[in-house]
């Protein structure tokens, strides 16, 4: 039931977010060059690995993140604009709407047994981390939250939490961790 929601809640809104994602794409391509997309390893459902694409928001080159994120990647990424391909992982099955948001394969062996459990359910564009404070909050809250959302998940929490995403999108609340323009590297 649930993924044939996201397939419909996604298929319904093409002629609003497909335009949308080839006008940010126009705009990365001429702000940023070449290699508009963003792709990363991340893990899914089952402890299984697939490809994350969003659009690109810093610049190649070397540096650590800060350095290297422009001030049209900052935008991007405080609107959440940056995310909208994920829809594209959505319809393919790799991802939900809602859910556990997947983190980079370099991370699966660092978690604990309660940590993996966010594993337990397809990862999502946004979750009940995202709406309780989404980068203000820390490693140990995120995953807390990762495992409180797999064991209470319903069709009505889903609704919930796509409704306060989209007031969390508004408000560009909780988009950074500190003074730091990206989450710190969990290291376990």
Request: aromatic residues 10%.
């Amino acid at each position: 039931m649930k993924r044939i929601f996201d397939v419909a809640l996604v298929v319904a809104f093409l002629p609003l977010w497909v335009p949308l994602a080839l006008v940010v794409a126009l705009a990365v391509r001429v702000f940023l060059g070449k290699g508009v997309f963003f792709f990363q390893r991340r893990t899914g459902k089952d402890g299984k690995a697939f490809n994350l694409v969003k659009f690109r928001t810093m610049k190649e080159g070397p540096g650590d993140d800060s350095e290297r994120l422009t001030r049209f990647g900052s935008l991007l990424r405080s609107t959440s604009l940056d995310e909208i391909p994920q829809l594209w992982n959505v319809l393919k099955g790799d991802m939900s709407l809602v859910g556990p948001r997947p983190l980079p394969v370099e991370y699966l062996p660092r978690y604990s047994p309660e940590q993996n459990r966010r594993h337990e359910v397809r990862p999502g564009l946004t979750g009940l981390a995202q709406v309780r404070g989404r980068n203000e909050l820390g490693w140990e809250e995120k995953f807390r939250y990762d495992v409180e959302y797999v064991d209470t998940r319903s069709f009505a929490l889903d609704l919930r939490i796509l409704a306060l995403t989209a007031i969390k999108v508004i408000l560009r609340r909780g988009i950074s961790h500190g003074a730091e323009s990206t989450m710190s590297e969990f290291l376990g």
